[in-house]
């Protein structure tokens, strides 16, 4: 416990250019009210993404089907987006060779997407960029990682910290996590762990879409076989649990260049769409599971598979 305080503490401490006023949690929506989800349509097989229209998207409930309200392609006038590189302060300082990757991907997105950078250091998320529409900012932002084995307590914490101070707007909200996905905090050998679980919940409240692509971490879990394997299942669990997309090699090794995975990204981010929806009435507030399916042909709607409602009042 002593040891979370201080985590805690220094999240706390550590200075960020957002200001205090600006953050706070995304309220939670009622039942009867509608709920949002970004969801990304991933061809099955092939690169072609067919256009999928309101009345052929289904919302469940279990057995239960939802009303879907709006479903609407994030694109012209919807596609704005706010995205977070979160980098990992612990990587391997042969990150280096992989940011000219990340400055081209950044230099390469549509000026509605304002692009934010973030170092994961101690629990914390140290903003180094506020999302902006100035992409050479951003771009200019990325620096090596600091490389010492241990300057994240846990990566988890570092989600949680960004999407918590997050603040809310219209547009949509997504990551570019970059870490080896290890818990130094709570250790490995299980899929249990609560601070994945926490920055799962803390994501999916506020509709973020993480990404992931596994770096090595310095010193000896860098080249850990082990440790290597479970945080890279960690960094899968978030993506797929916030309706992102995670990239690994499946070895110790870290990936040749970041460019194959930046560019599916990218192509990820042009098929996504603005969901509404009215979830059931229930008489106690918490998650509920949903699964989106349709009939249209190669394709499947990626999202979170779940959303926070509140009870409705009577």
């Known amino acids: 416990m002593m040891k979370q305080r201080q985590i805690f503490l220094a999240a706390a401490l550590a200075g960020t250019l957002w200001a205090a006023g600006l953050a706070y949690a995304q309220a ?7 709920v949002h989800l970004t969801v990304t349509a991933e061809p099955k097989h092939g690169n072609d993404v067919p256009v999928i229209q309101k009345n052929e998207v289904m919302v469940y409930e279990g057995k239960d089907r939802d009303q879907v309200v709006d479903w609407i392609p994030a694109q012209g006038d ?4 706010e995205v977070f590189i979160l980098l990992d302060d612990s990587s391997s300082t042969d990150l280096g060779s992989q940011l000219d990757d990340i400055r081209k991907f950044i230099d390469g997105l549509p000026p509605a997407t304002l692009v934010g950078v973030a170092y994961m250091r101690n629990g914390t998320a140290q903003i180094a960029q506020n999302p902006s529409s100035d992409h050479a900012a951003a771009a200019k932002a990325l620096r090596l990682p600091q490389g010492i084995a241990g300057a994240n307590a846990s990566p988890y914490f570092s989600l949680s910290d960004l999407a918590k101070r997050w603040p809310e707007s219209s547009a949509r909200h997504s990551v570019l996590m970059v870490s080896d996905g290890i818990d130094r905090y709570y250790g ?8 994945v679980d926490a920055a799962v919940d803390d994501c999916v409240r506020k509709d973020i879409v993480v990404s992931a692509i596994y770096e090595p971490g310095a ?6 076989y082990w440790q290597s394997y479970w945080g890279q299942l960690y960094l899968a669990q978030v ?4 309706g992102g997309e995670a990239y690994y090699i499946g070895m110790t090794g870290a990936p040749v260049a970041f460019a194959p995975y930046l560019q599916d990204l990218n192509r990820r981010w042009q098929h996504q769409y603005l969901l509404s929806f009215i979830p059931k ?9 949903v ?3 349709t009939e249209v042909p190669n394709v499947d709607l990626v999202s979170a598979g779940k959303v926070y409602v509140n009870a409705t009042e009577h």
């Open 188 to 195: 490995t050998g299980d899929l249990q762990d609560p601070y």
């Open 291 to 293: 699964r989106l399916s």
């Open 219 to 224: 010193g000896h879990f860098g080249h850990s």
């Open 239 to 242: 993506a797929d649990r916030t």
């Open 281 to 289: 009435a229930e008489k106690k507030s918490g998650w509920r599971n």
């Open 28 to 34: 939670a929506p009622e039942a009867g009210t509608a």
């Open 78 to 81: 919807h596609s704005a987006q």
